[in-house]
């Protein structure tokens, strides 16, 4: 383990691409076990791997209709999305119908403790012209939720 930890370490153009068209692969092969197969395993290889693999770090996901987001998937958080784009969203299904249910396009939609933007992006994709406020504490958190709704001229809250 510890020659491809030094691998990947060594500053150099063919390392990086390596480690890039591996996270690539290790995205790709989550999609296909966790959203095709529908088996488990293939999060916890994405999180083993990215305590080496720095693309996977910060990872950019294109969100359709919303932007990108950058993820870590040493946190849980990056699964969310993910899932999100597999169609896994078992968790918030309820929660998403009764809010959508009292959504309009001229609706101004207060996210308070936003996260990492789930439940508004849903709302996004739907009501592209509400007004979302989004509000996060966290800076890290903070940051990628900037990147993922700049895109579309939604800014969070600080």
Not at 16 to 44: E, P, Q
Not at 98 to 127: C, E, K, Y
């Amino acid at each position: 383990m510890a020659v491809f930890r030094l691998s990947l370490g060594v500053a150099n153009v063919y390392s990086v691409n390596m480690a890039k068209l591996l996270s690539d692969f290790l995205v790709g092969f989550y999609r296909f076990w966790h959203g095709t197969l529908h088996l488990s395993g293939a999060g916890f290889l994405l999180r083993f791997f990215a305590r080496w693999l720095l693309p996977l770090c910060d990872y950019p996901l294109t969100i359709p209709r919303i932007g990108t987001i950058r993820l870590d998937f040493r946190m849980d958080y990056a699964f969310t999305w993910m899932n999100f784009l597999l169609n896994d969203t078992n968790r918030d299904e309820g929660l998403l119908s009764v809010l959508t249910s009292h959504f309009s396009p001229t609706t101004l939609f207060w996210d308070v403790g936003a996260n990492i933007g789930l439940i508004s992006g849903n709302l996004f994709q739907t009501f592209p012209n509400a007004t979302f406020c989004l509000f996060e504490p966290n800076p890290d958190l903070t940051q990628r939720l900037a990147g993922l709704f700049f895109a579309k001229k939604q800014r969070p809250g600080y």
